[in-house]
Every structure is written in C-alpha cells, then in structure tokens.
C-alpha cells in the first residue's frame, strides 16, 4: 500500500490529510496519508531517505520547502523556476523527484472557476512578492501573460523577483496598486492582507475594467473584501480555496496512480472542516 504524507513543522492544522483520504475513498484506491512533524534540522536527511522513512511520497510546508528543494534529485520545470518544493515523489528508479504545484494549483482553479479566463489576455496585477507570488507569475507566464506587475510593500523585494523573471515583469510602487489597475485583464492578491486577524488590502478598484477576473489566494474569509467589492462592480470573480484543492491533484496522482477531480462535494467538504463561512 503506497504511503504519503504531509510534512513541515508545524502539520498539526494541515488540512491535507482530509483532501487526499476524500480522494483514496471516493476512487477506491488503496492507500494511506497522514501527517509527519520534521523540523528542519532534521528534514534533509528525513526527505533523503524518504522510502526507509516509511512513505513513497510526500508534500512539504513550511519551513522545508527550500531543504526539499535541494533535497530533490530531479526537479521539473515548475520547481526550477520556483525555486521551492512542495511535492516529492520516487520514481520507478527510486530517484527522489520534486515539483512545485502552487502554480499549476492557481490554474486549475482559475480554469475551474472562471473557464476561458486567459482568453486574449495580456496584462496582469499581482499584489505581494512572497513565495506564492513567485509561483503565481510562472503560472502566468505558462498561459501567455505579456505584462505583469508586481506591487509590493517591499519594493526591493519586487524588484528581485521581476529580475529574476525577466522582461514581461516589472516592480511596481505599492503606492500604485490603485492606478496600476487600468488595462489589467487580471488582478491576483498574493498577499496576506484581508486574511482573517491581518489587516485590511486598501485597494480602489476604480480603474479595473469590469471584464478583469479578480482573484485572491487568501480563503480565510473564503469572500474576502477584494472579492466582495469586486462581485458589487460586477467583475468575474474567483475564490481561493480552488488553489490548495488544485495543487493537492498532482501529488494524488503521482503516489497513488490517478488524477483526482476537484469536485463540489470535496469543496463543500473542505468549507465545512475549516468552518470558512461561519
Ligand atoms: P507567501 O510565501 O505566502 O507568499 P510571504 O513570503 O510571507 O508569504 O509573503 C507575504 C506577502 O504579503 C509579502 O509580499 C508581504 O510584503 P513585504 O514583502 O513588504 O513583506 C505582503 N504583506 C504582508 N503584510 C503586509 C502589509 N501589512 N501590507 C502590505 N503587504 C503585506
């Protein structure tokens, strides 16, 4: 029976574990997936000796996923370009393999939740400059984004990671998220602000075209004010719960054989365990 599991320090309040036991049962597969506490003084070795550590498999948080990254003997492009690791797998060679399916997970749910939503796009707004804007804007950059913002408190911060990018991406003044807006056809806030116990994202919409998909990664609340103000305007809008659930299908589908769907039940599920609408 093949084995998987969440890691990191803390996994505690993980809710990974329900994700991928919902999917093992509604497809019959046998297996199992749980939670393993490795600090990361511990965690090269733990990630280098995955198989005598009891797992086929596993998924890395916080604060593991850079020793994951080094970790790894092969890298796919996702994690190359990301630098971070959330995933590993051992393939039929036994070689430890690893990738960062934030990315891929931002997609899946954006093409879930707002289908043809890259059609003819071009300019994009991405708010915070942290670990999962840096996976946002290589998803962005896979579907054909032309023009990406980055707008962060931190210029410094922005500034390294539109180097790091290259031509299509430029650092923005944080004091210019309002004004940025005009001509995006997407605004993704990758920050923590809105985040229930942070402070509130202070962004006018006004210049946003009423066609731009608005998106947030933050899913606690699940409608945060951006979406909000946002669905008041009439703008496309899509939540970020779809982006843990999406980025929970690659992992499923390397350790146990199958690509799982993110269906409404397991969202309904999801919401309901973490009590997001309470
Ligand atoms: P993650 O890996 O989840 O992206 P992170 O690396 O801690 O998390 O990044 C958090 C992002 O939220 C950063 O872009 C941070 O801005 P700074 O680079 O200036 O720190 C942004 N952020 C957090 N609190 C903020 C605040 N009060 N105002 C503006 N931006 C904030």
């Not at 998106?215 to 008041?232: R, S």
Request: aromatic letters at 6%.
């Amino acid at each position: 029976m093949k084995k998987a599991a969440i890691t990191g320090h803390p996994v505690s309040h993980s809710k990974s574990p329900e994700i991928h036991s919902y999917w093992l049962k509604q497809l019959g597969l046998e297996g199992e997936y749980g939670r393993v506490e490795v600090s990361p003084s511990t965690a090269m070795d733990f990630y280098q000796s995955l198989k005598d550590n009891g797992l086929d498999g596993c998924n890395v948080t916080i604060p593991n996923k850079e020793i994951a990254f080094e970790a790894a003997q092969h890298l796919d492009d996702a994690a190359k370009a990301i630098g971070a690791v959330n995933t590993l797998w051992l393939d039929e060679d036994g070689v430890l393999c690893g990738s960062n399916t934030d990315g891929l997970g931002f997609l899946g749910n954006l093409d879930q939740g707002c289908p043809g939503w890259d059609n003819n796009v071009n300019k994009a707004v991405v708010l915070g400059a942290g670990g999962a804007a840096r996976a946002i804007i290589w998803a962005l950059q896979q579907r054909g984004f032309n023009n990406i913002h980055i707008c962060n408190r931190t210029f410094e911060k922005s500034k390294v990671l539109a180097d790091y990018f290259g031509g299509n991406v430029s650092a923005q003044p944080w004091e210019n998220r309002s004004t940025d807006l005009e001509g995006a056809d997407l605004l993704v806030n990758t920050t923590a602000l809105g985040m229930k116990g942070q402070p509130k994202l202070d962004i006018a919409l006004d210049k946003l075209s009423k066609k731009a998909v608005v998106t947030d990664i933050v899913y606690t609340p699940l409608m945060t004010d951006l979406l909000k103000t946002a669905i008041e305007r009439g703008n496309p809008v899509v939540d970020g719960l779809g982006m843990l659930l999406h980025q929970a299908t690659v992992g499923f589908a390397k350790w146990f054989g199958q690509m799982p769907e993110v269906t409404e039940e397991l969202r309904q599920q999801t919401i309901k365990s973490m009590d997001l609408e309470g």
